[in-house]
């Protein structure tokens, strides 16, 4: 998988970066090992972008808390 970028974690929960070149496949094979066998309370919000360069890098939200009830993103303008 590509380097870790912008990856910052508080008590519940961790975000940040990945970045995946080319090739945007390998996140998806970690996201659905983590969802089938991670904890069983764990939370994961994740985002593709493409990058101008044709270059791909996955945003993420994860949580392995199992007193958090939800992870809510608030929307900007």
Do not use: W
């Not at 970066?17 to 945007?24: A, C, R, V």
């Not at 659905?32 to 972008?49: K, Q, T, V, W």
């Amino acid at each position: 998988m590509g380097p870790l970028r912008n990856f910052a974690c508080g008590t519940s929960v961790c975000a940040g970066t990945i970045s995946l070149g080319k090739k945007s496949s390998v996140y998806r094979k970690f996201s659905d090992h983590f969802l089938e066998n991670g904890p069983a309370n764990a939370s994961l919000l994740d985002y593709p972008i493409t990058l101008d360069n044709g270059e791909f890098e996955q945003r993420f939200v994860m949580s392995v808390d199992p007193d958090l009830k939800g992870i809510t993103i608030p929307v900007r303008p």
